[in-house]
């Protein structure tokens, strides 16, 4: 049986190795870091910035199977602006400049992928926004992150007057997920990314 929890601090390295692993091969991470291992270690330094701030926040959730954590998620509140690079450099995130100038491209092009779920955030003020949703590989495509979604995410924002979900991904393979989960695109396009180009699809979902 699946259950829900706030992250708390004791989960942060399960949680960010969890993420190192099922974005390893993700298109948002692949043309910045092309040997996976350096990859791996980047993703979960990333990720450890990243929930390092969302733990504090309390916008970080787990989800557990028979006692380990199979699934993590960041929902942000309404009203939150997406983290920028500045941001991730007061969280810590200087760490991750042991990578040269990965950090610095990958910023450029993470700045770019949000700006069309940034301003949709600002015309529409009750979004909730999915920063991460990831699930251990090897329990993928057992409707586990449609159980993050419905079984949480939506009883969560229903719990609270309604809104709207929202969020961005850069696979062909997701958009197929979010949209049999009941998420409409409201913009798609394509960004530079170190040499070449990834797709960016925006995603909400009306929750009533």
């Not at 990333?46 to 993590?72: L, M, N, P, S, Y």
């Not at 995130?93 to 069309?116: E, H, L, Q």
């Not at 991460?132 to 057992?142: E, F, N, S, T, Y």
């Not at 929202?166 to 913009?187: A, P, R």
Request: charged share 25%; aromatic share 14%; with cysteine.
């Amino acid at each position: 049986m699946l259950t829900y929890r706030i992250a708390e601090d004791k989960d942060l390295k399960p949680i960010s190795t969890l993420c190192a692993d099922a974005f390893l091969n993700y298109a948002f991470y692949t043309p910045f870091v092309k040997d996976q291992e350096t990859r791996r270690r980047f993703l979960y330094d990333v990720h450890v910035q990243c929930f390092r701030a969302e733990i504090k926040r309390k916008q970080a959730v787990v989800g557990e199977e028979d006692g380990e954590i199979i699934t993590a998620f960041s929902l942000h509140e309404p009203g939150r602006k997406q983290a920028g690079f500045t941001e991730y450099l007061a969280s810590g995130i200087r760490m991750v400049f042991r990578y040269g100038t990965i950090p610095f491209k990958w910023f450029d092009m993470y700045d770019k992928c949000i700006a069309p779920a940034e301003r949709f955030n600002k015309e529409n003020p009750n979004v909730y926004y999915i920063e991460i949703l990831a699930v251990r590989p090897d329990k993928q495509r057992h409707g586990i992150g449609s159980k993050d979604i419905h079984e949480y995410m939506v009883p969560y924002v229903k719990g609270k007057g309604g809104g709207i979900l929202s969020l961005i991904t850069n696979s062909v393979e997701n958009t197929k997920f979010y949209e049999s989960n009941g998420f409409k695109c409201f913009d798609h396009m394509n960004v530079p990314a170190a040499g070449t180009e990834i797709g960016n699809w925006c995603f909400s979902m009306d929750v009533d």
